[in-house]
């Protein structure tokens, strides 16, 4: 294989067809790829990262976040609704207060396994 400037090629054209089948048979479809791509575009927003660490200790209403990350309940409220929207943090009212906690424990899984890959 050659590694340089120009390209990561093969020196020669050899398709492997039992590697291909395996690939044609295992990938899914696009519409699943495209969702998957699109989750992970929400935890590329370092703000939102913060707001899921926080939600890893407790469950918080948006003052507690606004005050906890130093920002804005409205910039908070803008942060919390894309992560609604994508399923990572769920709320419940109680009273005059809405409060957030993570989805399910899938989300902090996510954030774990990325952690120890940026680690190693």
């Known amino acids: 294989m050659r590694e340089d400037k120009e390209c990561m090629c093969c020196d020669t054209v050899e398709v492997h067809e039992d590697l291909i089948k395996i690939v044609h048979e295992t990938m899914p479809k696009e519409t699943v790829l495209y969702d998957l791509a699109e989750l992970f575009k929400v ?7 913060r707001i899921l660490f926080v ?3 407790a469950e918080v209403c948006v003052c507690d976040l606004a005050e906890a990350l130093n920002m804005t309940q409205s910039a908070i409220s803008h942060q919390l609704k894309v992560l609604k929207q994508n399923k990572l943090v769920k709320s419940r009212r109680e ?11 899938h989300v902090r899984t996510v954030i774990d396994q990325g952690l120890e890959h940026i680690k190693e």
Request: charged fraction near 30%.
């Open 55 to 57: 939600l890893f200790e």
């Open 95 to 105: 009273g005059k207060s809405i409060f957030y906690s993570l989805a399910d424990e």
């Open 43 to 49: 935890f590329g927003d370092s703000t939102r990262i």
